[in-house]
């Protein structure tokens, strides 16, 4: 089977409290956006184990992927033997604050279970995913959602614009465990409004903040230059996507976006650049 999983990005982001369990409450709106991970996924019954094929430089094959998490998580749960071929070709960027891993994951999770006659409900594929990793619940749904709790909770959030980025990562990888880790929680309750936004969608001056950013940037102060680099082409808001370092804009139109992205690649030419829209709805490659 072949499906593609899109990335997301946040378009806030508020860490409100640490839990006894070592976990962090959150409150975040997560967005799917035009960039996709695709996977092909093969049953080999002659098989046994799990094989795992990407050719990006970097990308494991082995359980520290995601996906092949994923994979041996659904064999286990359903109680089925037999060998999964997983090939991998990314397009999201590794450890960028936009979800990849996650989006990995879920998509074996979906492919597996049409595979196998769809074995486990959706209600199980979400147990097995908050097991594998926080984020892994939204991508089986693909849709913009309220996260909350540690990011398993989710509100499906309709009426929102395909709202046009432009997505700028500088060449570093941001270890997510390490943000959390620095952090200094002041929060301790949402003061972000979705009624809000829903009133006012482009109204994001209002909604757009990451309580992550004061750990990222102080490491890594060139992201600061990206945000102010975007809000001075006009973006209506610029903010880093979940730890980072991945930075986004929002602009009004797609085709100001698309010069703003033609641009950056000349101006950020080491970093990575993409010009995307907001997914409105989850329908699967």
């Known amino acids: ?32 956006v035009g960039i996709h991970d695709h996977l092909d996924v093969d049953l080999r019954p002659e098989q046994e184990g799990i094989s ?9 094959d082995d359980a520290r992927n995601l996906a092949w998490r994923a994979a041996e998580a659904y064999m286990k ?6 060998g999964v071929r997983i090939r991998l070709v990314k397009n999201i960027p590794v450890s960028a604050g936009l979800g ?16 196998l006659g769809d074995l486990l409900s959706m209600d199980r594929l979400h147990g097995l995913g908050r097991q594998i ?22 509100r499906e959030v309709e009426d929102l614009p395909p709202y046009p980025l432009v ?14 880790r620095s952090l200094k929680l002041t929060r301790g309750e949402s003061r972000i409004s979705l009624s809000a936004l829903l009133t006012h969608p482009w109204r994001l001056q209002d909604v757009m903040e990451n309580d992550l950013e004061t750990v990222t940037i102080h490491e890594y102060p060139q992201l600061a230059q990206i945000k102010e680099w975007l809000l001075g082409q006009g973006a209506l808001g610029a903010l ?6 991945t930075v986004f804009g929002v602009f009004a139109e797609r085709g100001q976006a698309l010069r703003v992205e033609m641009l950056a690649r000349d101006i950020w030419k ?3 650049v993409a010009a995307v829209e907001v997914m409105g709805s989850g329908a699967a490659g």
Not at 77 to 82: D, E, L, N, P, S
């Open 270 to 272: 080491k970093c990575w």
């Open 100 to 115: 990849g891993g996650s989006a990995d994951a879920a998509a074996v999770l979906l492919s597996l279970n049409r595979l």
């Open 52 to 60: 795992l094929a990407c050719e990006q430089q970097g990308v494991p």
């Open 1 to 32: 089977m072949e499906i593609s999983i899109p990335a997301k990005i946040n378009l806030w982001l508020e860490v409100l409290r640490k839990r006894d369990d070592g976990y962090h409450e959150l409150s975040s709106l997560m967005l799917p």
């Open 167 to 180: 997505l700028i990562k500088p060449p570093v990888a941001i270890s997510t465990r390490w943000v959390y």
């Open 240 to 245: 880093m996507s979940g730890s980072g370092p």
């Open 133 to 154: 990793g926080a984020d892994v619940p939204f991508f089986l749904n693909r849709r913009p959602a309220l996260a909350t709790g540690i990011g398993e909770k989710l």
């Open 77 to 82: 749960a359903a109680g089925v033997r037999t």
